[in-house]
């Protein structure tokens, strides 16, 4: 295992700080300190490097192309309804950030901050740690928030995010990354990739796509991935029959850190990625983050997975609990596994 520091670029006058980590075969993964941004996850398959996800190569460049590219969401991933919600029979109010609702966090989500970071390694496996310390008046939230961000890499390929939060206050915390993938040979699109979703209920949402409550059947529909389907089917079958144009939708899945919760590849079968989560909410969103024009068209090259409990959980009887108690840190893991087929 090796580890690397390199300064990315600045922001806000600040030093913005690129951390890799590189294991025995030669897979690396890079992390930044601004947003938690997942920059790069490269493997090496027969001499040929090959970025599974997309990243950008400066901080300009992410500003200018939005899209929480490879970002770390939170406190809260996805949507909360009307910007509030109670606890403990409090009503709270946070960010209204897009339309009605409250998004990704709110204006000055994780994925706006800058953390300190820390590089360590053990023999089999690298980490970079990033921590903030968060007041409650910095985002909106109750309660003063320290948080964890821990990337690991493995000699097997895996890559794991830890996110660790520990409150003063009763709060909320519901993290994830908002990774973009795109496994294929040439890249340009997701006509070449598949998909697979251990799920069998997807999330009905309203106008603002905030959830209302209520649990579909995926079976026998479009937006059924319990048998893979290649993303050009799904996309196609979406548009004859449900007149949709993206996918951008949550799956409740079951919790598990031993069977994946998803699983994606390229057509031709020569690498796949696993991904395991140990809460019960997946979203998919397919994109072209980087071509306007392609996005306005449909053209999609991307596809985001954010591993979560279900969004807007607080809101909505059996979705689960994503309250953060005082004096009881919650940590949650997200796993990518790479193999070649
Ligand atoms: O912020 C980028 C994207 O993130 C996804 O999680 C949301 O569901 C999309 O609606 C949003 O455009």
């Given at each position: 295992?090796?580890?690397?520091?390199s300064?990315?670029?600045?922001?806000?006058?600040q030093?913005?700080?690129?951390?890799?980590?590189?294991?025995?075969?030669?897979?690396?993964?890079?992390?930044l300190?601004w947003?938690?941004?997942w920059?790069?996850?490269?493997?090496n398959?027969n001499?040929?490097e090959?970025?599974l996800?997309?990243?950008l190569d400066?901080?300009?460049e992410?500003?200018?192309?939005g899209?929480c590219?490879?970002?770390?969401?939170?406190?809260?991933a996805?949507?909360?309804?009307?910007?509030?919600?109670?606890?403990d029979?409090q009503?709270?109010?946070?960010?209204?950030?897009e339309?009605?609702?409250?998004?990704?966090?709110g204006?000055?989500?994780?994925?706006?901050l800058i953390?300190?970071g820390?590089l360590s390694?053990?023999a089999?496996?690298?980490n970079?740690t990033?921590?903030?310390?968060?007041?409650?008046?910095d985002?909106?939230y109750p309660?003063n928030?320290?948080?964890?961000?821990?990337?690991?890499l493995n000699?097997?390929?895996?890559?794991?995010?830890?996110?660790?939060?520990?409150?003063?206050?009763?709060?909320?915390?519901?993290?994830t990354?908002h990774?973009?993938?795109?496994?294929?040979d040439?890249?340009?699109s997701?006509a070449?990739?598949?998909l697979?979703?251990?799920s069998?209920?997807?999330l009905?949402?309203?106008?603002?796509?905030v959830?209302?409550?209520?649990?579909?059947?995926?079976?026998g529909?479009?937006y059924?991935?319990?048998?893979?389907?290649?993303m050009?089917?799904?996309?196609?079958?979406l548009?004859a029959?449900?007149g949709?144009l993206?996918?951008?939708?949550?799956?409740?899945?079951?919790?598990s850190m031993?069977e994946p919760?998803?699983?994606?590849?390229d057509?031709?079968?020569?690498?796949q990625?696993?991904i395991y989560?140990?809460?019960?909410?997946l979203?998919?969103?397919?994109?072209?983050?980087?071509?306007?024009?392609?996005q306005a068209?449909h053209?999609y090259?991307a596809?985001?997975t954010?591993?979560q409990?279900l969004?807007?959980?607080?809101?909505?009887?059996?979705?689960?609990?994503?309250i953060?108690?005082p004096?009881?840190?919650?940590?949650?893991?997200?796993?990518?596994?790479?193999s070649?087929?």
């Amino acid at each position: 295992m090796e580890t690397k520091k390199s300064i990315f670029g600045k922001f806000r006058g600040q030093d913005i700080v690129k951390y890799t980590l590189i294991n025995d075969s030669q897979t690396r993964i890079s992390v930044l300190n601004w947003g938690g941004t997942w920059q790069e996850f490269v493997v090496n398959e027969n001499g040929v490097e090959r970025n599974l996800i997309w990243g950008l190569d400066s901080i300009e460049e992410y500003q200018r192309v939005g899209f929480c590219l490879g970002q770390s969401i939170g406190r809260v991933a996805g949507r909360i309804g009307d910007a509030q919600f109670k606890i403990d029979g409090q009503t709270y109010h946070v960010d209204m950030n897009e339309q009605s609702h409250s998004l990704h966090g709110g204006k000055n989500g994780f994925n706006t901050l800058i953390f300190a970071g820390e590089l360590s390694q053990e023999a089999d496996s690298a980490n970079i740690t990033l921590s903030k310390h968060i007041e409650a008046t910095d985002d909106n939230y109750p309660g003063n928030l320290d948080v964890q961000i821990k990337f690991t890499l493995n000699n097997n390929n895996r890559v794991s995010i830890e996110f660790t939060g520990d409150t003063d206050s009763s709060t909320l915390f519901n993290p994830t990354n908002h990774v973009y993938w795109n496994l294929t040979d040439d890249r340009t699109s997701l006509a070449q990739q598949w998909l697979q979703i251990h799920s069998i209920n997807r999330l009905e949402f309203d106008v603002e796509k905030v959830p209302t409550g209520k649990k579909l059947a995926l079976q026998g529909t479009a937006y059924d991935f319990y048998k893979a389907q290649s993303m050009k089917n799904a996309l196609e079958r979406l548009k004859a029959e449900d007149g949709g144009l993206e996918f951008d939708d949550a799956y409740e899945v079951t919790p598990s850190m031993g069977e994946p919760i998803a699983i994606l590849g390229d057509t031709a079968r020569q690498r796949q990625v696993e991904i395991y989560s140990d809460r019960n909410g997946l979203i998919i969103y397919t994109a072209n983050p980087f071509d306007p024009q392609k996005q306005a068209l449909h053209q999609y090259n991307a596809l985001a997975t954010e591993a979560q409990t279900l969004p807007d959980a607080v809101n909505h009887e059996g979705f689960g609990d994503i309250i953060l108690r005082p004096k009881q840190p919650v940590t949650h893991t997200i796993s990518y596994q790479y193999s070649v087929q």
